[in-house]
């Protein structure tokens, strides 16, 4: 089932890709000033991927966390803050143990000022010296997102 975007004027969305959803997930609903998370599939090019199809490497889906958000309350630079915090932006389609394509670290944006914020983020991670190789994390415009089933939502509380 694709994904439809309930919003309302007062919240905003983002979306990244860190890693197996569970875990990404998890972290951002703890934040102040998010409203809602759910996990799924962006960036590929198959029509509604199921958890099997993006883990056997043939959609080119990431797995993503979507987040939705009050910027009010949380502003876009604190959810980028937590991105590059619970993962390795290094590390090339890979996360721990977590090997393939789909874990790799991306933000995908919905804003020209999300995307702007976003690599301006990584320069500046990048030139603070804090990761001595280079940061591989892909910027790219938000497309398709499809909903994972319902027993990866919330998968950790």
Not at 96 to 113: A, K, L, N
Request: hydrophobic share 35%.
């Amino acid at each position: 089932m694709r994904y439809t975007e309930v919003m309302t004027q007062t919240s905003e969305l983002a979306t990244f890709g860190a890693g197996c959803f569970w875990g990404v997930e998890a972290a951002f609903r703890k934040l102040d000033g998010v409203i809602d998370t759910s996990v799924g599939y962006m960036g590929g090019h198959f029509e509604n991927p199921c958890y099997l199809d993006v883990l056997s490497r043939i959609t080119g889906h990431a797995e993503v966390c979507q987040v939705q958000f009050n910027p009010a309350e949380i502003s876009y630079d604190a959810l980028l803050n937590t991105f590059w915090r619970i993962h390795d932006p290094t590390s090339l389609n890979r996360q721990g143990s977590d090997r393939g394509e789909q874990y790799r670290s991306v933000i995908f944006y919905h804003t020209p000022e999300q995307s702007k914020a976003a690599r301006q983020a990584k320069i500046k991670l990048q030139d603070s010296g804090h990761y001595p190789k280079p940061i591989v994390t892909q910027i790219e415009p938000a497309g398709a997102y499809w909903l994972a089933s319902e027993e990866h939502q919330r998968y950790f509380g």
